[in-house]
């Protein structure tokens, strides 16, 4: 099973789930159980298109997207206008008040990552002990996504042609917020989940919390105090958010709740453009964003991958999930080295040197697991996406950190502030540690993965340390095995380490994977446990791929409330 580095895996065909081989696109492989999904297994709906297509956690902003789409907007003005509606129908994973990050490439070599990544505060408060996890002692960060709007917007207009306003794509948003929206069965679940937790966080009860008890999914949920603060980003342009009316707004109320953030601080905060890290992979170039994220952690444990020959592995098998959980294992060893390259110097090929794969790779017992250390970070996200006719493409991860963030609404803004700077350390030992306008270590990778240098396949994933975990299953499922996106996303996945229910640092396989696995891989020496099919514990992860004759392929996630729209 293992190859030498640089062998080829199984092609460079996509083949469809029937396994008749359609066209030459990003990969191909043996299809393992002819494409039937799992016992337990939601197959979500496939969309296809030639002209675009989007793909989000809610089936609200997955529309709205698309609208764009069909009025000329290129892929940036619909992930705009995908990600100020989701900041209003997906609160409990991101918001205003957290951050971004963005991959762009399109067909004319152009590539580029949008770092919306929020800094420590200039004055940072004193810590006895461990960085809090909630309140606003947690708010240790500033918020970039809407800066991140204003950076994208930008390069739209520079190299696109880009003429939409952010006003003009934050309208559905303000409506959402002002006039309301059914909300969704995965914010009615995290209300339910956190709701002995959060209440007690300045504004959350009131603004989460109506008549003090978690909303039902489907009922009209209404976000008065947000429509206002959209309104005066619409109104003001994104900066307002930073050194405007509404920043003013934001200081106040984060002074009045305890956060250690200033207007300084805000003021200070800025959104740039970084060159992404790549790896190649099967003959394609998987794009990551570098440092201060976990990226190159994403990319290592598919270089690992790429020692071995998958088209001996049957996908599903007792086999392949040993196999990419060992890859997880090997790139993860060296991911608490990950820190802001502004603060700390990072050598180059630390995580992504061939000479270092190679002896991961042969560090692996296709036969026995190797024991594993408690690594934590938990953290929910959403991902989206969007191409256009173009072919101009956009990946995208906008997140408040935990479900809630830090479970703290600023004064009467209605912006839920996210809790980044939980993911700082304390120890004056460890490389992200918190030091003045410092970004911490991020969770945050969105994907792509381009052939000939241009885009054919868009991917990213909610779930903090799932996040490499589930784009580990997903490329090798959709590149090797040659899946299509829905069936890819409806399979079976895994997740190695702690969850919100869970503080065993076990091997959690959804239920779906069956009770004969479980059993082989405990005899391999992995510690199991289960989690339910179609888990929302096991991440929300979205793909649209692209193929060489132009047809464009999308689904989003089973394990969440959105859907690909192809225009």
């Not at 072919?391 to 609404?409: C, I, M, N, P």
Request: contains cysteine; proline residues 7%.
């Amino acid at each position: 099973m293992r190859k030498g580095r640089g062998q080829e895996g199984a092609g460079a065909e996509l083949r469809d789930h029937d396994g008749e081989v359609r066209g030459g696109s990003v990969g191909a492989g043996p299809l393992g159980r002819n494409g039937a999904p799992a016992a337990g297994v939601v197959r979500p709906q496939l969309a296809t298109s030639r002209a675009g297509m989007v793909t989000s956690p809610h089936t609200l902003a997955s529309q709205v997207g698309a609208r764009v789409l069909r009025e000329g907007g290129d892929a940036i003005e619909a992930a705009v206008a995908i990600g100020a509606a989701l900041a209003v129908t997906y609160p409990h994973f991101c918001g205003i008040g957290g951050d971004a990050i963005w991959m762009i490439a399109d067909r004319g070599g152009r590539r580029a990552t949008i770092m919306g990544i929020g800094q420590a505060p200039m004055r940072l408060p004193a810590h006895d002990g461990p960085i809090p996890l909630r309140g606003p002692a947690s708010t240790s960060s500033s918020a970039c996504a809407v800066d991140a709007w204003r950076v994208a917007l930008e390069f739209s207009k520079a190299n696109w042609g880009g003429r939409r306003s952010l006003a003009e794509l934050m309208e559905p948003a303000i409506g959402f917020a002002e006039e309301g929206f059914p909300l969704s069965p995965s914010q009615a679940f995290w209300t339910g989940f956190r709701k002995s937790d959060l209440p007690d966080w300045p504004g959350f009860r009131k603004t989460f919390l109506p008549g003090g008890e978690p909303p039902r999914a489907g009922q009209t949920f209404v976000q008065k105090e947000l429509a206002e603060s959209l309104r005066l980003i619409a109104r003001n342009g994104p900066r307002d958010f930073y050194e405007g009316e509404l920043a003013e707004r934001l200081a106040r109320g984060l002074a009045e709740a305890g956060s250690p953030l200033t207007a300084q601080d805000l003021k200070a905060t800025r959104a740039s453009l970084e060159e992404p890290v790549a790896l190649d992979y099967r003959g394609l170039t998987l794009l990551a964003p570098p440092p201060p994220t976990q990226g190159i952690a994403t990319l290592a444990i598919m270089g690992v991958l790429s020692r071995f020959d998958l088209a001996a592995v049957e996908e599903g098998s007792v086999e392949y999930y040993h196999l990419c959980v060992e890859a997880v294992k090997q790139a993860f060893l060296d991911r608490g080295r990950i820190a802001d390259p502004r603060a700390v110097r990072l050598p180059d090929d630390l995580w992504l040197g061939a000479g270092l794969l190679d002896r991961k790779a042969a560090a692996i017992d296709l036969n026995r697991a190797t024991p594993w250390p408690a690594v934590f970070r938990t953290g929910d996200t959403v991902f989206f996406g969007a191409t256009d006719a173009e072919g101009r493409s956009v990946s995208v991860l906008q997140s408040t950190y935990f479900d809630w963030g830090s479970g703290v609404v600023v004064g009467d803004t209605g912006v839920l502030w996210q809790n980044r700077g939980a993911a700082f350390s304390a120890d004056p030992r460890d490389p992200n540690v918190i030091a003045p306008a410092k970004r911490p270590f991020y969770t945050l990778n969105p994907g792509m993965a381009l052939k000939d240098g241009m885009p054919r396949l868009i991917y990213g994933t909610q779930g903090a340390d799932g996040q490499p975990q589930t784009l580990a299953v997903l490329l090798t499922r959709l590149i090797d095995y040659g899946l299509d996106p829905a069936e890819a996303l409806a399979r079976p996945r895994f997740l190695l380490g702690r969850t919100f229910s869970d503080s065993r640092d076990t091997l959690k396989l959804e239920a779906s994977v069956g009770p004969a696995a479980f059993a082989a891989l405990g005899r391999m020496g992995h510690e199991t446990s289960v989690i339910d099919a179609n888990s929302p514990l096991a991440g929300q992860a979205g793909a649209i791929l692209i193929g060489d004759d132009g047809l464009i392929q999308g689904a989003h996630d089973p394990r969440s409330d959105g859907e690909a729209v192809g225009i």
